[in-house]
């Protein structure tokens, strides 16, 4: 990395707001839980040999009271652990294993039925001594029933989740900056949002366009109609926060930036769905990677008589939006991970290539954007559509959760007429109703929330919320002699496509890097204890890759019957897994061809450690792959297969839900993105894709919104003009 300023990116503190006092879990729960994550991360021996096991592992290690600090936290020593551990609770969590649906869980060690089922003991969890309750957790993991592996890979993954996202000691010994030591703090556009009386009186407010949520569809949306002189509004259910504030902690922007914490599991568990919730929405959090749509997922889309996608309007909406972004691979350079694909590929003869980056003609060597951009060089829309849309005179509220779709019930149709929503002030302290009324009300709220409001509006067609598609991935980690700081340099700036159409229908996976963050990528691994903290202690001698899906296979979100937010019913479907697999043991040969001298696979598998490596000599090993333990070992993984329950599958993309089609029986909107059966409603954002987009969202997303704004701008305009009265002759 080319010689910059140093240590100039100091972010504001945030405050979290504690979890109400609702009791969670029973006494007893509690007291289970606490000792389950004190087996996780337990307070270990600071003897000289311990110290110097942790030492062996690590380069240019630590002085040896900071391995001390280390070895001796447990997860009784900080207070807002268990405050976290609260919080997720309640952000539902847990909600599959702390329910009366499934009772040997809910009553799992905290009971003497519960403890003889789960340890052959009538002693509590918490009445055995560490080494003992060591032994039962890992007893679970290889539980022949189904509910005790499931109860092992949620409780362990979520302690330790929580462990990192808290813990004091973990990135001084990493020596991982606070923030990026490269770059500076750009200068946040400032937005003037509407501020709404301090009273309980409900507030009503006239414009042309309501666009609910303000993703990266809504930023080109509302640029589009403010621009053609449009009276628009945008409302975003979460809240703004300036560059001053990034890249938040771990912590704090968890809650603060995603739904549910940075966790929506599935209903079965098997997948983790990670969503922006935030102004900007995925574009304030996501990786900067900018791929158009292919040539084989356009023309699948056009087959299905949506033709505008091989059309020259199409092509001309996806360089428009790219033009805008300064969207470009020419000033990329590439951090440890990306060069670790790109040559991995070479020497395995795959293809690869870079990625472009909307980062506006910049070099942009941040690996923390994941927690919010400080440099604003990445062109998301708080950076750019929004600026644009409000430099046209767009106005902005944030805390507004639309709770309705306000509608004029005449024959034949229903006309939207606005919306209705609630808004909370930063501070929650004043909450009062508002209404919104408007000529178009233009749906931009994700793909979780998109069909939720449409359904709670009263609209019933019973394609709303199915169709989703999540381009389901699985990490692979690979752990490298050398220290390489793994967040350092862009995140996402390359991709291996060489296995994304392994059926002949477009259906395989991409090869990419993850973010280097550690509670994003260790929670995955497997450990408990010593071996546990050892692996995060050579944290910043690994990178991480994905395989990620195109998948074939679908599912739903629908409302939860209490609480009225998102539940995903997903299950990644068993060819799905195949591809995935596919990708896996590729990325396992491509991390091994570049010396590394452990792979993990986060499927439960052990890992693969090599020997011949000598300390800081990767180049003294020949790459081959024919190694004939590399090669048991890989057809272990392949027989070990990518297990539902072990596996730690996760999804930052999400489409389809609202899907565009061009008959009523098969789609939510039609190839305008107009709602079926209403006028005046529209739906913009990745929740119209008629399938999966194969590749990283962003820029099909706003090449959509780009051709639906453009039709809703054409029609106010009609509209009005058709409005004027003409002079009589």
């Not at 020596?175 to 200068?187: D, I, W």
């Not at 098997?270 to 996501?286: D, Q």
């Not at 590929?345 to 919010?372: D, E, F, I, M």
């Not at 069909?451 to 990490?475: E, T």
Request: net charge neutral.
């Amino acid at each position: 990395m080319a010689a910059q300023t140093l240590n100039a990116i100091a972010p504001i503190a945030t405050k979290l707001i504690d979890p109400t006092t609702a009791q969670v879990l029973s006494p007893e729960q509690w007291i289970t839980l606490m000792a389950i994550a004190e087996t996780v991360i337990p307070k270990l021996q600071q003897d000289f040999a311990t110290v110097e096991e942790i030492k062996k592992h690590i380069q240019n290690p630590p002085n040896d009271d900071v391995i001390r600090r280390f070895l001796a936290e447990s997860v009784h020593d900080s207070g807002s652990f268990r405050l976290e551990i609260h919080r997720m609770l309640e952000l539902l969590l847990l909600k599959l294993f702390m329910t009366t649906a499934h009772p040997p869980t809910n009553s799992l060690a905290s009971t003497r039925v519960g403890a003889l089922i789960s340890s052959g003991s009538t002693r509590l969890f918490h009445e055995h001594n560490l080494a003992e309750r060591e032994e039962i957790l890992k007893s679970w993991e290889r539980s022949l029933l189904l509910p005790l592996r499931q109860a092992y890979v949620a409780l362990v993954r979520l302690v330790k989740i929580v462990w990192l996202r808290t813990s004091t000691t973990l990135w001084p010994i990493l020596g991982l900056p606070r923030a990026p030591v490269h770059g500076v703090t750009g200068t946040s556009f400032e937005y003037p949002f509407l501020n709404l009386a301090a009273d309980n009186d409900p507030s009503t407010i006239e414009t042309d366009v309501i666009i609910v949520g303000s993703g990266c569809g809504a930023g080109v949306t509302a640029k589009n109609l403010a621009a053609d002189g449009h009276r628009v509004i945008v409302a975003e259910k979460s809240y703004h926060y300036s560059a001053d504030y990034f890249p938040m902690s771990e912590l704090h922007g968890a809650d603060m930036l995603y739904e549910g914490g940075g966790l929506q599991p599935s209903d079965d568990n098997s997948t983790t769905v990670i969503a922006g919730s935030t102004f900007g929405g995925g574009g304030t959090i996501n990786w900067s990677a900018s791929l158009q749509t292919q040539g084989f997922v356009r023309k699948e889309w056009a087959d299905q008589g949506l033709k505008v996608f091989t059309s020259a309007d199409y092509q001309a909406s996806l360089d428009r939006v790219c033009a805008r972004m300064g969207v470009s691979a020419d000033h990329i350079e590439h951090n440890h991970g990306n060069r670790v694909l790109l040559e991995g590929a070479r020497r395995l003869g795959y293809s690869a290539k870079a990625v472009p980056q909307n980062t506006g003609g910049k070099q942009h060597y941040c690996g923390y954007c994941t927690l919010g951009c400080a440099s604003c060089e990445k062109q998301g829309p708080v950076v750019s559509w929004f600026a644009d849309a409000c430099d046209s005179g767009a106005n902005f509220i944030e805390g507004l959760e639309i709770t309705k779709i306000l509608f004029n019930d005449g024959r034949g149709s229903r006309t939207a007429q606005g919306v209705q929503g609630v808004w909370t002030s930063r501070d929650k302290s004043v909450r009062k109703e508002v209404v919104i009324k408007a000529k178009r009300v233009v749906v931009s709220a994700g793909t979780l929330w998109s069909p939720l409001l449409l359904l709670k509006s009263g609209l019933r067609n019973p394609q709303i919320g199915r169709n989703l598609r999540l381009h389901p991935v699985c990490i692979v980690v690979g752990v490298w002699p050398d220290e390489i700081r793994p967040w350092e340099g862009g995140i996402l700036t390359s991709v291996c496509d060489e296995f994304q159409n392994l059926d002949g229908h477009g259906h395989g996976a991409k090869l990419e890097c993850a973010v280097m963050m550690p509670s994003w990528i260790l929670p995955t691994m497997r450990g408990l204890g010593l071996d546990y903290k050892t692996l995060a202690a050579k944290f910043k001698h690994m990178n991480a890759f994905i395989s990620l899906t195109r998948d074939h296979g679908s599912g739903q979100v629908y409302p939860d019957p209490t609480a009225g937010t998102p539940r995903i019913a997903y299950t990644p479907s068993q060819i799905d897994r195949k591809h995935c697999l596919k990708g896996v043991i590729a990325l396992c040969k491509m991390i091994y061809v570049t010396g590394a001298k452990e792979i993990h696979v986060c499927n439960g598998s052990l890992p693969f450690i090599r020997d011949d490596i000598p300390n800081n000599k990767p180049a003294d090993v020949d790459p081959g792959v024919n190694d004939p333990g590399f090669q048991a070992w890989l057809d272990k993984i392949r027989a070990d297969g990518l297990d539902l329950t072990s596996t730690s599958f996760c999804s930052a993309h999400q489409m389809g839900t609202c899907r565009m089609g061009t008959i009523e029986k098969t789609s939510v909107v039609n190839p305008d993105g107009q709602v079926w059966g209403t006028k005046g409603l529209y739906v913009a954002d990745a929740s119209v894709f008629p399938s999966a987009s194969g590749v990283n969202p962003m820029i099909t997303n706003m090449a959509i919104s780009d051709l639906i704004s453009q039709g809703i701008s054409k029609e106010l305009r009609t509209e009005a003009k058709a409005a004027i009265p003409q002079p009589h002759l």
